[in-house]
């Protein structure tokens, strides 16, 4: 049986943090405790030996490998040329999320974490078969994240207290009809409590 590894999914200081431009999603974040679950979370996982993997967005100055007109989103979002530029501290994982031997996969184009990523060369030479998400948002990135998963043959399971999205209604919605159909979802302390008993038997 393959290994676990959990996915954090754009929890970075320019989407969720001290340096962001994305106010609502922040709120939906300290409604839910979502950044200190997902504390909770990677601390239990890299006590049980599972790879953390932080699954960036970023962008070159120049936009060499990312598409920019082809999403109504993603062109408002680069009116702003400053927008989570590589090497700038919008990009950083937040500090509070950020372990000595996680790892990072980035991407410049699109709203998921596999599609033009080296993410599942990573996960399958870790030997990895299931993943468990963490971030934001289940407006894009949560959903993109599972359903790219279960194609690429990997069982998936989303925190619930851990991920996000606005407006509260249809993050909820989503959850309950959209994540139920791909992933196993669960909380933070339920995924904790089980990755403990498993350590001490």
């Not at 996969?105 to 990573?122: I, K, V, W």
């Not at 407006?139 to 998936?156: H, Q």
Request: hydrophobic content about 45%; some cysteine.
């Amino acid at each position: 049986m393959g290994k676990t590894a959990v996915l954090v999914m754009e929890m970075q200081r320019g989407v969720v943090g001290d340096l962001t431009k994305f106010p609502d999603l922040v709120e939906a974040c300290r409604r839910h405790d979502v950044i200190a679950n997902t504390a909770t979370l990677l601390q239990a996982a890299r006590a049980a030996g599972m790879p953390v993997i932080h699954c960036t967005a970023a962008f070159r100055p120049d936009r060499a490998g990312s598409h920019t007109g082809n999403c109504p989103f993603i062109v408002a979002l680069l009116k702003d040329p400053a927008h989570l530029l590589d090497g700038t501290p919008p990009v950083e994982v937040l500090p509070e999320l950020r372990g000595e031997g996680d790892l990072e996969s980035r991407r410049h184009h699109g709203f998921s974490p596999f599609t033009g990523t080296a993410l599942d060369t990573t996960l399958r030479s870790l030997g990895v078969s299931a993943v468990v998400a963490a971030g934001v948002s289940l407006n894009l990135g949560i959903p993109g994240l599972a359903l790219e998963a279960v194609n690429l043959g990997y069982r998936v399971t989303v925190v619930t207290d851990a991920v996000a999205g606005i407006p509260e209604d249809y993050a909820q919605a989503v959850l309950k009809h959209t994540i139920s159909l791909l992933a196993t979802r669960t909380t933070t302390a339920t995924l904790v409590e089980e990755w403990k008993a498993g350590a001490t038997r």
